[in-house]
């Protein structure tokens, strides 16, 4: 997390919190942490299980595929606040608040584009959510095999939940036109990127520039 104050201790107070709640639902509804489709919750659910179960059910997963990009959201506008400025990166799903241009470098494996490229976001832009999900990197879940599906969204959890959807399309490199045409179908989704091997796919409004040096 990034902030122009230093917000450590609020930081960890708004993780907390959240974490808690999640825990806490979760205990009363486990089917929320297994499911791998979209599951309907109450009306007086917690706010952020409300925000997961939505953006889950948009792209079609199971509500957990979008927990780190509500994690981040939320904790991210606890602290907007205290902070005109604020980054919340969490496992590779950010929110992000800023007043000046930033880059956003791509990570894919082995990918020839690792370290080549980076996201330029601007500051009218935000706030912005950009997840990423692979099938070839880390520890997420994924059915795919792309080696990275970025997703930029208002909606953190949204993107989230749509980069692991997309994701899961992405098996071979043909499978970029799939992802796009899925991604274009999809209400909130600003833009995406998707990397296999050594082709890219881009749709939207997102703008990929080289990374100097």
């Known amino acids: 997390?990034?902030?122009?104050?230093?917000?450590?201790?609020?930081?960890?107070?708004?993780?907390?919190?959240?974490?808690?709640?999640?825990?806490?639902?979760?205990?009363?509804?486990?089917?929320?942490?297994?499911?791998?489709?979209?599951?309907?919750?109450?009306?007086?659910?917690?706010?952020?299980?409300?925000?997961?179960?939505?953006?889950?059910?948009?792209?079609?997963?199971?509500?957990?595929?979008?927990?780190?990009g509500a994690i981040a959201e939320s904790v991210g506008r606890d602290l907007l606040p205290f902070s005109p400025e604020v980054i919340v990166e969490n496992g590779g799903d950010i929110f992000l608040k800023t007043r000046e241009r930033r880059l956003i470098g791509i990570y894919a494996g082995d990918s020839a584009f690792t370290g080549k490229m980076a996201l330029e976001i601007q500051p009218q832009e935000t706030p912005l959510g950009v997840c990423t999900s692979s099938g070839t990197v880390g520890h997420s879940l994924s059915f795919g095999k792309a080696d990275a599906c970025i997703v930029l969204s208002p909606s953190t959890p949204l993107a989230d939940a749509a980069a692991t959807a997309i994701g899961n399309l992405t098996v071979e490199a043909n499978d970029i036109t799939r992802g796009i045409d899925f991604a274009k179908g999809v209400e909130g989704i600003r833009g995406l990127v998707i990397i296999k091997?050594?082709?890219?796919?881009?749709?939207?409004k997102v703008k990929v520039v080289p990374v100097e040096g």
Do not use: C
């Open 1 to 68: 997390m990034r902030a122009r104050r230093n917000l450590r201790g609020k930081t960890l107070k708004a993780i907390s919190k959240y974490r808690a709640v999640l825990e806490r639902y979760i205990e009363r509804h486990p089917e929320f942490l297994a499911a791998l489709e979209p599951v309907e919750v109450e009306e007086d659910a917690p706010q952020i299980v409300k925000a997961m179960a939505t953006a889950a059910a948009g792209v079609g997963v199971g509500p957990m595929a979008s927990v780190a």
């Open 197 to 204: 091997g050594d082709r890219m796919g881009v749709w939207g």
